[in-house]
C-alpha cells in the first residue's frame, strides 16, 4: 500500500485485454514454469484444484477476463486492475466486494527472483487458485468488509492477520506440510524455505494457528519470515470468518506485542516508506 513505486500498471484496451510486450510474455513464462516445478508436492490440493481450474497459459500473460470467468463461476470473485499501489481504503473496500485488486505489471528480468512490491504474476499466480475455494474466499470476503469499517489502528492488527494467513500461511495436510499462502507460492526461495527439512540448518518456526497469536506477531516484509503459522484444514479460516474477528483485535491489542523474531532493520538498509514491519 502507498504511492512509492518504480512500477506503472498497463492500461487495458477498449475491450479489457492487455497488451503485454514478447519481454513480459517470456518474463511470464520463466517464472511460471520455473514455480510450477518447484511448488510440486508442497502446494496444498485446494490450491492445485483451482489453479487447474483457471488453466493458466504459459506461453503468455493471461489476460484478466479469462481468470474472472472462472472465479466469478466459482466463488463470485474477479479480479480488477488497480495502480500498482493502492492505500488501505481501497483495498478493503474491494475485498469487501469481492473484487481482488491486481497491480498489472510485470517484474522486470533484473528483479526476476525477488520483487518487494505485489506484480502480476505474484497476485494472478499466487492468489487466484485460492479464490476459487469457497471457504478461503469467504474468510478473504469477511476480512475486507471487517477492514472497510476498522480503525487504523485496528488495520494494524488485521494486516498481521492477512500476512500470516493469504500471504505466509500454511496447512497441515493428511499428506502433510502444505502451502497455500500467495506469498510464498509466488517465490521459489520462500517455497523451499517454509518447507525445509529437518535436516536444513536454517529453519522457520512453524505453529498452530491462533488468532490472536497471529495478530501480536510482528513481521517483515523483506526477509525469509522466522515463524509461519499452520491450519488444520482451509475450513479453519471459514469457521474464523463466523467468529467475532474485532473482539480477537481488541484481545490481542490488551495482550501486546510478541517480541520480533528478526533482527532490527540497519540504518543503511533500504527501506520504502510504505513497506514496513507490522
Known amino acids: 500500500m502507498g504511492s512509492l513505486t518504480q512500477y506503472v500498471s498497463k492500461q487495458p484496451d477498449a475491450k479489457g485485454v492487455i497488451h503485454w510486450s514478447d519481454d513480459e510474455n517470456r518474463i511470464w513464462h520463466d517464472l511460471i514454469t520455473r514455480q510450477l516445478r518447484c511448488i510440486q508436492g508442497r502446494a496444498c490440493d485446494e490450491y492445485c484444484a483451482g489453479l487447474a481450474l483457471l488453466d493458466l497459459p504459459q506461453a503468455c500473460v493471461p489476460q484478466l477476463h479469462d481468470i474472472n470467468q472462472v472465479l466469478l463461476a466459482t466463488t463470485g470473485w474477479q479480479c480488477v ?9 481501497r483495498f478493503f473496500t474491494m475485498l469487501a466486494n469481492k473484487q481482488f485488486p491486481v497491480a498489472t ?3 522486470r528480468r533484473e528483479e526476476f527472483d525477488y520483487l518487494q512490491e505485489p506484480d502480476f504474476f505474484h497476485e494472478i499466480f499466487g492468489h487466484c487458485a485460492m479464490l476459487t475455494n469457497p471457504a478461503f474466499a469467504a474468510f478473504t470476503h469477511t476480512y475486507g468488509q471487517l477492514g472497510a469499517a476498522a480503525s487504523s ?5 488485521l494486516a498481521r492477520l492477512y500476512w500470516f494467513t493469504v500471504e505466509f500461511g500454511l496447512l497441515q495436510a493428511p499428506q502433510g506440510l502444505r502451502i497455500y499462502g500467495g506469498g510464498i507460492l509466488s517465490s521459489p526461495a520462500e517455497t523451499k524455505y517454509a518447507m525445509a527439512s529437518d535436516a536444513t540448518t536454517e529453519k522457520a518456526q512453524i505453529s498452530a494457528f491462533d488468532p490472536i497469536e497471529v495478530m501480536r ?16 484444514s482451509i475450513s479453519q479460516l471459514y469457521d474464523l470468518a463466523q467468529q467475532d474477528i474485532m473482539a480477537m483485535v481488541h484481545q490481542a491489542k490488551q495482550l501486546g506485542l510478541h517480541s520480533p523474531l528478526y533482527p532490527p532493520k540497519l540504518p543503511s538498509e533500504k527501506q520504502d516508506p510504505h513497506l514496513k514491519s507490522a
Open 105 to 107: 505489471f510485470l517484474r
Open 153 to 157: 489502528q485496528d488495520r494494524v492488527y
Open 81 to 89: 486492475e488497480v495502480p500498482a499501489l493502492i492505500n488501505f481504503d
Open 217 to 232: 506477531t510482528p513481521y517483515r516484509i523483506d526477509i525469509m519470515q522466522p515463524i509461519y503459522f499452520k491450519l488444520s
